[in-house]
């Protein structure tokens, strides 16, 4: 805990220390600018954090957010920082019976083995031809699109000339995702598998006519320009140490133990209070960037909040004393979780998961994937951990709205993670329960977070990771220049719920950055027009 920090005014105080916080702070400070970072917890990170969540057990998880993708090199750049990331070896396997016989798909360890892999499975080349097509024109929006995530937000119109492919666009920007999907593939676990990324954290079907599933799936394609998903080394945790240690270093004051209760302006000049344990303080500052959900933003003010938002996730974190045997013959399962494990994620599968949810029912066969972080990165874990063969297993579980838990939560959680985990037990050679390590006081090391449990941890509105509907990375009404203004000049939004938030990117932390330091000093703030 941090005491209250001293001068009183500052010229940008961030509400929240999270990964993007830091960001905003550490690009904010370089430029010669003080500031003010207050944090209501104990220690900084947010959701991008590592922890020791089995007691006596020295093996360190990344608790919440586990991959990265959407960090961009220049953030990593401009900012010196001390953080590397590594390649998996393999991009996803996904179990399945065909004929009576356990199979599965392996899609990774080069090209040779992806196509054996869909051949063996489908019984010709024709859907790996496919998924070579289809992941082609991704990969050309993904290179034409991530570079604009730390510019000025371009135009709707502007993007799509920039992408230049008409039918990438309709199948991305306009028709709900499952057209695509069903027009390039026949195979339904192929079609899962494909589907699967426009569903993380993001409640819907393939078909939904809003398409928040193809937003979702967008951001999941895009990242590093090839839309690559990569292990942080040293845990996520390593990340939210480099940028605390990159803010300070640069002047930033980070106030642990200080939590915002309200946010005061007349657009110019603004006042946040905060509390921490010897009482309330008022400070003062030129800029305000809330590196919190636009649910808390209103709270701060006393504004109208925006529409209600709905996690649906079920997060499990594990540790195993050994890699359980699959029922698959032909697959390695240091080669099969390394990657993203797919469980229970056919497309009709995920269809009949959605509409069980919707309809207010767990689903009876949970859909989830799972990869192991130790098979590429085993500093996680003490070396007498590692040598023993022990490995950590995170497990993200699909189409658990926040409202199937409201009536009897813990009751209701335990339910489903037994069902998940029964969809996994289905495709191993042994039951996972006999190859879970037991803590100090020997219990299984395993724990399970519903969104209800997100929402008072994290304090994510009903427990969405991405604090709301996850936006298009082009210019939106009121986003201002660089998608984070707010209605007041002087607020800007710097978490995952500005236009281009969400997912571990630190995104939002630059371009609210971008859009303070722009302004000519003397200037009063304003929203900027969207670019072009």
Request: glycine share 10%.
């Amino acid at each position: 805990m941090t005491p209250h920090p001293h001068p009183r005014s500052y010229d940008a105080v961030i509400v929240g220390g999270g990964h993007n916080g830091l960001v905003a702070a550490a690009y904010l400070a370089r430029a010669g600018r003080s500031v003010l970072v207050l944090e209501r917890l104990g220690h900084t990170g947010g959701a991008a954090v590592s922890g020791r969540p089995f007691p006596g057990v020295d093996a360190r998880l990344s608790r919440y957010s586990y991959l990265v993708s959407l960090l961009p090199d220049k953030i990593v750049r401009d900012l010196g920082l001390d953080f590397r990331v590594r390649a998996r070896t393999i991009s996803s396997y996904t179990p399945t019976e065909r004929d009576g016989r356990p199979t599965g798909l392996l899609v990774g360890g080069g090209e040779r083995r992806t196509r054996e892999s869909f051949a063996r499975l489908t019984g010709s080349d024709l859907e790996y031809t496919a998924w070579r097509r289809f992941y082609a024109m991704t990969e050309h929006v993904a290179r034409r699109v991530f570079p604009t995530l730390t510019e000025p937000l371009p135009t709707r119109d502007a993007l799509r000339r920039r992408i230049d492919d008409s039918d990438a666009w309709r199948a991305l920007f306009e028709e709900p995702l499952g057209v695509a999907v069903e027009e390039h593939f026949a195979d339904d676990l192929v079609r899962g598998v494909v589907l699967t990324d426009g569903l993380i954290g993001t409640f819907a079907d393939a078909h939904d006519p809003g398409l928040r599933q193809n937003r979702c799936f967008l951001y999941h394609v895009i990242g590093g320009g090839t839309g690559a998903w990569n292990v942080p080394v040293g845990g996520m945790g390593a990340l939210t140490r480099a940028l605390t240690d990159a803010a300070r270093a640069a002047g930033a004051v980070i106030a642990t133990g200080h939590e915002a209760v309200r946010l005061a302006t007349d657009g110019r000049t603004a006042e946040v209070t905060h509390r921490h344990a010897d009482g309330e303080h008022t400070t003062a500052a030129r800029h305000v960037l809330v590196n919190a959900s636009p649910h808390e933003l209103a709270a701060l003010t006393g504004g109208t909040p925006p529409p209600p938002a709905e996690g649906a996730q079920l997060k499990v974190n594990m540790l195993l004393d050994r890699l359980p045997a699959l029922r698959d013959p032909l697959t390695d399962p240091r080669e099969a979780f390394a990657g993203t494990f797919h469980i229970a994620e056919g497309y009709g599968q995920l269809a009949d998961a959605h509409a069980r949810a919707a309809a207010g029912e767990p689903p009876a066969a949970p859909p989830s994937e799972i990869y192991c972080h130790s098979l590429t990165d085993p500093t996680i874990l003490a070396p007498d951990l590692a040598a023993r063969g022990m490995h950590t297993l995170t497990l993200f579980g699909l189409h658990t709205p926040a409202r199937l838990f409201a009536d009897d939560h813990d009751t209701t959680r335990d339910r489903l993670l037994a069902a998940t985990l029964a969809q996994l037990d289905a495709h191993l050679a042994e039951p996972l329960a006999d190859c879970l390590a037991t803590d100090a006081d020997g219990r299984p090391c395993i724990e399970a977070r519903s969104p209800l449990d997100l929402e008072r941890d994290l304090r994510l509105p009903g427990g969405h990771i991405f604090h709301r509907d996850l936006s298009w990375p082009y210019a939106a009404e009121g986003a201002g220049r660089w998608g984070v203004a707010t209605a007041w000049p002087n607020v800007l939004l710097c978490g995952a719920g500005a236009v281009r938030g969400g997912g571990v990117s630190g995104v939002p932390g630059h371009n609210a950055a971008m859009a303070v330091l722009e302004e000519r000093p003397g200037d009063r703030p304003v929203s900027g027009a969207p670019g072009t």
